[in-house]
């Protein structure tokens, strides 16, 4: 459907002209008596085709088509002309007017004829300039694909940068160019999740991100994305894109990366960019001290210190000579206070790992203990350890495995799981979690589970679940006072009653009210 601009100061023309127009591709979309009118139309409204007349008042056809091409119309012009018009007709043609129709001779068909020409016209032309178009936007994206190109390059290799790309990053358009970066960290993920995390991120990036600048997006490492800002739209940009991330992560991945921010002048060129993703490095390495942190702005984040070989010296000397003297205590102590010391004075994390792996090295060759495919797998694993704590819970598990001999490892290990059991015995009555109690007794939640099991013969679940229903037993036997099944149940640490009498049945073979009215007959 091609839309129309009538402009004649006769009734009776539009009147015929819109009749003759009834139930075709063409449409009268407005009508105006002159061409001031025409323009203020066009101000508010778009048309394909405009049909003016060349006598009008106030303003005629020719000066109406000197303001259109002022204007840049991109539609066609059929002028409406008289026998006497042909002068005015040979000079609207030569201003930009495609064709023109005698009212005298307008026809239907005649008509149709006149505006399926112009339309066919017109449709070409929009053909070639989309494909102009087309062609612009694809050499503009091949263009900026090899600026992008050469700038991931230079900043990944120290790599030198061409004169377009320097004038890309220094262009201030009208003020202080600012640049920024994003640093997606996803090494906390399993290997096997990394790569379709990563094309998930990829894939809601464009909409969080969009208005924010100029965006690029490149993969340093296999587990990282890094999205580069240029031309800032706003100071806030970064940190409130950054949270809307995050949110959007947790809710539909199940994710919480690591994110490191930082922005940058432009006027430095490559080297501000460079400094700026060193940064957001250094704050990434801040997530081994701080688990919890989802979000580093490298502003709040100085260097990390890179090594202290006199406090490496130390803490190996002494955890070596406390496991050669079957000191189980000492060397717990000599571990966890050299990992609070590295904690305090955050000192690169790969120091710290490596701190650790060449310490359970010289304590296996010292003990003169083979390296075997599992001590292999215990140095993978203190390698790759995300966080201090996980750290150093490896660092204890590998000890008790490969280091302490089972007679002192046993007389450690019933001291931890009596702690434990003590700690069950005193809380039952509260929420108890394996965290909380992995913590009291200062081991790794895995390795408490297995040492307790190796003792008691029992999960901490099913000891903690015995202790309540003896417990509850207890409280109901209790003549002195009635109780709800509700109330012994909050008594013991179970917030749901129906839980509480469906396990209470299991252990004892009926249900509380039934074990409640037993006690009370046989009295």
């Known amino acids: 459907m091609f839309r129309i601009l009538l402009i004649d100061d006769e009734p009776m023309i539009k009147i015929g002209v819109r009749k003759l127009l009834e139930d075709t591709d063409y449409i009268i979309a407005g009508t105006a008596n002159n061409g001031m009118e025409a323009l203020e139309y066009l101000k508010t409204n778009s048309v394909d085709i405009i049909m003016t007349d060349l006598k009008m008042p106030v303003m005629n056809g020719l000066e109406l088509i000197h303001q259109l091409n002022a204007l840049s119309f991109d539609g066609a012009i059929l002028v409406l002309s008289n026998y006497s018009d042909f002068e005015l007709v040979r000079e609207a043609l030569t201003a930009g007017a495609l064709d023109y129709i005698l009212k005298t001779d307008m026809t239907r068909s005649r008509l149709l004829k006149y505006l399926d020409k112009i339309s066919q016209s017109l449709c070409l032309q929009r053909k070639k300039q989309v494909e102009a178009a087309e062609q612009a936007l694809q050499q503009e994206q091949n263009s900026q694909k090899l600026l992008f190109a050469e700038m991931e390059r230079a900043l990944l290799t120290d790599g030198a940068l061409s004169a377009d790309v320097q004038n890309f990053l220094t262009n201030s358009r009208g003020s202080e160019a600012r640049h920024g970066m994003m640093l997606i960290d996803l090494s906390g993920a399993q290997a096997q999740h990394q790569k379709p995390l990563l094309r998930q991120f990829q894939s809601i990036l464009p909409e969080i991100l969009s208005g924010a600048g100029t965006i690029q997006t490149i993969q340093p490492q296999q587990d990282q994305l890094l999205c580069l800002f ?286 409640m009215q037993e006690t009370t007959a046989d009295t």
């Open 230 to 515: 240029f031309h800032l739209a706003g100071p806030d940009i970064l940190p409130n894109r950054s949270r809307q991330l995050l949110r959007q992560a947790e809710i539909y991945f199940k994710a919480q990366p690591a994110i490191a921010i930082g922005v940058c002048s432009g006027n430095g060129g490559i080297s501000s960019l460079r400094t700026c993703f060193e940064k957001c490095q250094n704050a990434l390495r801040y997530a081994f001290y701080l688990p919890d942190t989802h979000l580093f702005p490298i502003e709040k984040f100085s260097p990390l210190q890179e090594e202290n070989p006199s406090l490496y010296h130390d803490f190996l000397k002494k955890t070596v000579a406390a496991c050669q003297s079957r000191l189980w205590d000492a060397a717990l102590t000599e571990i966890r206070g050299f990992l609070s010391v590295c904690a305090q004075n955050r000192y690169d994390p790969d120091w710290v790992r490596s701190c650790c792996c060449s310490c359970m090295e010289h304590l296996l060759l010292s003990l003169h203990i083979s390296l075997g495919d599992t001590a292999a797998v215990l140095m993978k694993q203190l390698k790759s350890a995300l966080h201090i704590d996980t750290l150093q819970s490896t660092l204890i598990d590998g000890l008790s495995e490969f280091v302490l001999p089972d007679s002192s490892r046993n007389v450690s290990s019933k001291k931890e799981v009596s702690s434990a059991l003590a700690y069950i015995d005193g809380h039952y009555m509260e929420k108890i979690t394996l965290e909380e109690l992995a913590e009291h007794v200062h081991l790794n939640k895995s390795y408490l589970c297995r040492l307790f099991k190796n003792e008691t013969g029992l999960s901490i679940f099913h000891y903690v679940n015995e202790v309540r229903m003896k417990k509850a037993a207890r409280i109901l036997a209790d003549k002195s006072a009635s109780h709800s099944v509700s109330a012994v149940a909050s008594a013991v640490g179970i917030d749901d009653a129906f839980y509480f009498t469906r396990r209470f049945k299991e252990y004892f073979g009926k249900t509380p009210r039934e074990y």
